[in-house]
T-cell receptor, first 111, second 118 residues
Framework: KNQVEQSPQSLIILEGKNCTLQCNYTVSPFSNLRWYKQDTGRGPVSLTI?????NTKSNGRYTATLDADTKQSSLHITASQLSDSASYIC??????????FGAGTTVTVRA | GAVVSQHPSRVICKSGTSVKIECRSLDFQATTMFWYRQFPKQSLMLMAT?????????EQGVEKDKFLINHASLTLSTLTVTSAHPEDSSFYICSATLAGGSSYNEQFFGPGTRLTVL
């Protein structure tokens, strides 16, 4: 069964600090891995998409890494801002384009 | 580009009534649209996949007669929750993929519709 597990479930950080979110997956055959940001009461917005051959990708203060051998990914948020408070969802696409969603990590940035 | 809208953003209805939710791709043609449901503090769960001009494919456990999906054009899909019950209260999100696609076959998500059934 294809699964995506994220950790931690939630975290609180102070404004300006960095944090790293983890994603482990068992999806096979693997096509790509995406990180989405979902604000409360809104739809997910894509941050990064990585294929098998890409092991890092940045989008502003967000940097995602992918280790396809160990089936792990991380999302690093640098110099966090209050607007970074949201749920971050790891989504893995299999070769048949079926998406497997992680449960998300809720990030709260405090002033 | 690649904007998906949903209407309404919020709806409150009485138990037993039907509710229609629209999903539109505003600046692109969508080969395929997806409907998801999300309960509080849980991730998105795929309900059904719809292709323009054909019947939707429902995930296991999703009642097709209760959740009617119509994909009449390449820019519009509708989800009708029939005879709604309080347990149908949830956040419904649609997504769409570009006609012609990309190597990622990326899905673009709408902003969601909050349904509350009293």
């Amino acid at each position: 069964k294809n699964q995506v597990e994220q950790s931690p479930q939630s975290l609180i950080i102070l404004e300006g600090k960095n944090c790293t979110l983890q994603c482990n997956y068992t999806v096979s055959p693997f096509s790509n891995l995406r990180w989405y940001k979902q604000d409360t009461g809104r739809g997910p917005v894509s941050l990064t998409i990585m294929t098998f051959s890409e092991n890092t990708k940045s989008n502003g203060r967000y940097t995602a890494t992918l280790d396809a051998d160990t089936k792990q990914s991380s999302l690093h948020i640098t110099a966090s801002q209050l607007s970074d408070s949201a749920s971050y969802i790891c989504v893995v696409s299999a070769s048949d384009y079926k998406l497997s969603f992680g449960a998300g990590t809720t990030v709260t940035v405090r002033a | 580009g690649a904007v998906v809208s949903q209407h309404p953003s919020r709806v409150i209805c009485k138990s037993g009534t039907s509710v229609k939710i629209e999903c539109r791709s505003l600046d692109f043609q969508a080969t395929t649209m997806f409907w998801y449901r999300q309960f509080p503090k849980q991730s998105l769960m795929l309900m059904a996949t719809s292709n323009e001009g054909s019947k939707a494919t429902y995930e296991q456990g999703v009642e097709k007669d209760k959740f009617l999906i119509n994909h009449a054009s390449l820019t519009l899909s509708t989800l009708t929750v029939t005879s709604a019950h309080p347990e149908d209260s949830s956040f419904y999100i649609c997504s769409a993929t570009l006609a012609g696609g990309s190597s990622y076959n990326e899905q673009f998500f709408g902003p969601g519709t909050r349904l509350t059934v009293l």
